[in-house]
C-alpha cells in the first residue's frame, strides 16, 4: 500500500490506516460517498426538492453520532442503570432512554425543520410554535430501541418517521401526527451496534451508511440494499410462546420442523432490540415476530414510529411487514402510541406466517 503523499501529493500525515485508506482513495477518486453528498446527489434528482428534508436526515446523523458517543462510554461514565421513572407506556425509563430523547430534541428543537416532534418517551407531542409556518415535517421517533440491552453492552437502535406538516392555517396537533403510514415522506433507523448505521428511505430504495470514526462521517455502504425473498433465520421472544395464538404456535413449529427442501429448521436470532433483528434480515433474509398475543392482541410494538417506519423500509427492499393479518402500512392509526402485532421480514417468509395466522394453513 503505498503510503499517502506518494499518490496524490497529500501531506504525508501519521494517521490511523481508515484515514489513510479514505484519503488514498480520494486521490484516486474513488472517495466513498458521504452521508451528505449522497442526498444533495439523490435530491438533485427530485424535482423541487428544497433540501429541507436532506437536512432532516442529515441532523438524524447528527443525533446518531451524538448518541453513539455516549453509548461508547456508557459503563464508565455512570449512565447506566435507571432514572426511578415509569414512562408513558409503563416501562422503567433508563438514563439512556431519556439522554437519546433529550438528545432528537435538543438536536431539532431549533432547527427550524420540524413543527412537531412526537416520542415513544413522552406522553405528549412537542408541539413548535415558532416553527410552525415555515417547518413542512413532523418527526416521531423511538429514541432508544432495545433499551434492555442498555446494561449489558448488547445492540441498541432508533427509528424514526417523517410526515409532512399538511396544515399552514394553524398550528399542527397531535391528530396531525396521527396518520397511516402510507403517508410517510422519509423513515429509517440507527443502529449503534459493532458500528453506528444509519439507513433510511425516502420512497427510493434503501440505504445504508456507516460511521467512520475516523472522520465522524456517515461512509456509504450499503446501496439499494435488496432482501432476499426467503430467508434461514427468525427472530421472536419465545418465552411468550403460551400466550402466542393457535396460529403463530403452528407457523413457529413449521419453522422448527426440519425439511431440507425448504431450508428448515430456521436459525432462531433474537437480540432484544428490533433495530438489530429487522437490519439483520433486511440483509440475509428471515422474519421477525412480535405478533399479538391471547391477552394483548394488539402486541407490543408501536405503529406510528416503530412498525410503520421500518414497514416501509422493509417494503422498500422488496420485504413485507404485516399484522398478521393486514398489511402494517395500511393500518389506520387511532392514536400516537398505538400497539400493533408485527410480522416483517422476507415476503415469502411473512406470506408463509400470514397463511398459518389466518388458519388458511395448518
Ligand atoms: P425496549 O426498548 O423496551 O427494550 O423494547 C424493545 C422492543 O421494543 C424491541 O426492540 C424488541 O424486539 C422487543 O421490544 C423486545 O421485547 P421483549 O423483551 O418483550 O422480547
Redesign the pocket.
Known amino acids: 500500500m503505498r503510503e499517502v503523499g506518494a499518490v496524490g501529493q497529500a501531506p504525508s500525515l501519521s494517521l490511523p490506516t481508515p484515514f489513510k485508506t479514505v484519503i488514498l482513495a480520494s486521490t484516486m477518486g474513488q472517495f466513498p460517498l458521504t452521508l451528505s453528498r449522497f442526498i444533495t446527489q439523490k435530491q438533485a434528482a427530485q424535482p423541487g426538492a428544497t433540501g429541507e428534508l436532506a437536512s432532516l436526515l442529515t441532523q438524524i446523523g447528527l443525533v446518531g453520532k451524538l448518541i453513539a458517543q455516549d453509548l461508547r462510554r456508557a459503563g464508565l461514565i455512570n449512565i447506566l442503570g435507571t432514572t426511578g421513572e415509569i414512562n408513558v407506556?409503563g416501562?422503567t425509563v433508563k438514563k439512556l432512554d431519556e439522554i437519546a430523547n433529550e438528545t432528537f430534541l435538543k438536536v431539532f428543537h431549533h432547527s427550524g425543520l420540524v413543527c412537531a416532534l412526537a416520542s415513544e418517551e413522552m406522553e405528549k407531542p412537542v408541539l413548535l410554535p415558532e416553527n410552525w409556518q415555515q417547518a413542512k415535517y413532523m418527526l416521531l421517533f423511538?429514541p432508544?430501541?432495545?433499551?434492555?440491552?442498555t446494561d449489558c453492552n448488547m445492540p441498541l437502535?432508533a427509528i424514526f418517521s417523517v410526515l409532512k406538516s399538511e396544515r399552514k392555517d394553524r398550528m399542527p396537533t397531535e391528530d396531525d401526527l396521527v396518520r397511516k403510514g402510507t403517508e410517510q415522506v422519509a423513515a429509517g433507523y440507527l443502529l449503534y451496534g459493532s458500528s453506528t448505521m444509519l439507513v433510511y428511505t425516502v420512497g427510493h430504495g434503501v440505504h445504508g451508511f456507516t460511521l467512520e470514526p475516523g472522520i465522524g462521517e456517515y461512509l456509504l455502504s450499503h446501496e439499494q440494499i435488496r432482501m432476499p425473498a426467503r430467508g434461514r433465520v427468525y427472530g421472536t421472544?419465545e418465552?411468550?410462546s403460551h400466550k402466542w395464538t393457535t396460529g403463530t404456535k403452528k407457523y413457529m413449529e413449521y419453522l422448527k420442523t426440519p425439511d431440507r427442501a425448504t431450508g428448515r429448521p430456521y436459525s432462531g436470532r433474537?437480540s432484544?432490540?428490533?433495530?438489530a433483528?429487522v437490519h439483520r434480515i433486511l440483509l440475509e433474509g428471515g422474519i421477525y415476530l412480535?405478533p399479538g398475543e391471547l391477552d394483548r392482541p394488539e402486541g407490543?410494538?408501536r405503529l406510528l414510529y416503530?412498525a410503520n417506519p421500518l414497514a416501509w423500509v422493509v417494503e422498500q427492499a422488496g420485504g413485507k411487514a404485516s399484522t398478521g393479518t393486514m398489511r402494517i402500512l395500511d393500518v389506520e392509526a387511532k392514536q400516537l402510541h398505538q400497539r400493533v402485532p408485527l410480522i416483517i421480514g422476507s415476503a415469502n417468509d411473512v406470506r408463509d406466517a400470514e397463511e398459518f395466522i389466518q388458519g388458511r394453513r395448518m
Open positions: 407506556q416501562e423511538d432508544l430501541d432495545g433499551s434492555s440491552n437502535g421472544n418465552g411468550n433474537y432484544g432490540c428490533l433495530v433483528d412480535y407490543k410494538l416503530e
